[in-house]
């Protein structure tokens, strides 16, 4: 596979988890929602599988980029998952999905920028 190649399949796999989390980000700050959506469902089971075995190909990419998260271990986001399946998500479970988002976007616009032949670390 190119370079090309592997970092616009990259890019397409975080494009399509901050999409997810935005998703699930829009609804619970709307706060409209008795039962649990689709979205926070495939984000809860995604944030789960990230301390079980085998992984998904998406839970093992947030695995490599949450290597390097200050203060949160795996076991930290699995009991998030745990949180957004059981709909018990408070403004600090909230606050904690928006720092991944910001973790996703820097990555997305990095990959973005090695796929024109730059970097934007």
Known sequence: ????????????????????????LIQLKQNQQEKISEQQQKLGNLLMSLTQSPKG????????????????????????GHKLLSNQVTSTEITKLEGLARILEYERADTSARMRGGNAS
């Open 1 to 24: 596979m190119s370079t090309i190649g592997l970092y616009s399949t990259l890019y397409s796999r975080l494009s399509e988890c901050a999409e997810l989390l935005d998703q699930t």
């Open 57 to 80: 190909i998406e839970a093992q990419l947030l695995v490599i980029l949450l290597q390097d998260s200050p203060n949160k271990s795996l076991t930290e986001w699995s009991r998030l």
